[in-house]
């Protein structure tokens, strides 16, 4: 079930809204301008990987759980793409699964979350999902997303997960509906094309932008977040929350640019499932 006050990651999503309100105050072309907000926004949760890991470490790992999962991964396509390795079922189409679950436990803990997780997907008839190939991958906040055909399957997974990964400690994806108590599961919804969170990351950037040109340069940054945010609560999105809610449009959105690469060719996966890794930035939470 969501979160009844957003939780944990509301506060984390908070925080980077006001931080980004901060930045339009500054009156440079970098921070007032939407996209390149959109951009810092998107960011928000994601850590820089510890210099002292190897990098093989991010292929270890993940092949180490595929082998605790093997079994229940017979019925799913692998494919490594440079940013992303990720699992689809023979037979479902991509285009369909719209729904996410995002995973995000702490980098501490992936070499036993991963396994629990990779167990835990096919049994409940998730039909494709991603986990972060390299490095930054993996410490970036949405490290692993899971994808369904409807909202309420969807969240049936996310209560299922949230509560078999509730002992670990949790990153956390900013932006997106938690789902139990920690934040280490939560959900999205791809609009239009459009990754969940890269939408909303542009809403909210656009939001910003025009509250601090209303309320003017000496506005405070908690003023000019509040302003913003009040907003896009008019049209429909849960600020509070910032659960996705189930198959209804919400107004306003839109398929502009977004921050996920193109599709790949050779294996027909849909772009959203071969997302960019995250630009290695500063978390607000250890990824220890």
Not at 4 to 15: E, H, I, K, M
Not at 22 to 51: E, F, K, M, N, W
Request: charged content about 20%; proline content about 6%; some cysteine.
């Amino acid at each position: 079930m969501p979160h009844p006050s957003g939780g944990r990651l509301a506060q984390l999503t908070r925080a980077a809204v006001v931080r980004a309100a901060a930045l339009t105050g500054r009156g440079d072309g970098a921070t007032s301008d939407p996209a390149a907000l959109a951009a810092l926004l998107y960011r928000a949760g994601a850590c820089v990987p510890d210099c002292r890991l190897d990098p093989r470490w991010a292929g270890h790992v993940v092949a180490v759980a595929e082998r605790t999962a093997r079994a229940g991964l017979v019925g799913h396509a692998r494919h490594d793409g440079p940013h992303w390795r990720s699992w689809t079922a023979t037979d479902v189409d991509p285009l369909t699964l719209v729904h996410k679950v995002y995973v995000s436990p702490a980098v501490r803990d992936l070499g036993t979350t991963l396994g629990v997780i990779l167990t835990h997907a096919p049994v409940l008839g998730v039909p494709a999902w991603k986990i972060g190939a390299d490095l930054p991958g993996l410490h970036r906040a949405d490290k692993i997303v899971l994808y369904l055909a409807s909202a309420e399957r969807a969240d049936r997974v996310a209560a299922t997960l949230a509560l078999a990964l509730g002992r670990f400690a949790a990153q956390g994806v900013p932006f997106t509906g938690q789902v139990g108590a920690t934040g280490i599961v939560s959900r999205g919804r791809d609009i239009a094309g459009t990754s969940w969170r890269a939408d909303v990351c542009r809403r909210v950037a656009e939001s910003l932008c025009a509250s601090r040109v209303e309320l003017g340069t000496q506005a405070r940054a908690t003023e000019v977040a509040d302003e913003a945010l009040s907003r896009l609560t008019v049209h429909g999105l849960d600020v509070r929350s910032w659960h996705p809610g189930g198959d209804e449009p919400l107004e306003g959105a839109t398929a502009a640019t977004t921050f996920p690469t193109g599709p790949n060719a050779a294996s027909g996966t849909p772009s959203r499932l071969l997302t960019s890794a995250a630009r290695q930035t500063r978390a607000e939470v250890s990824c220890a």
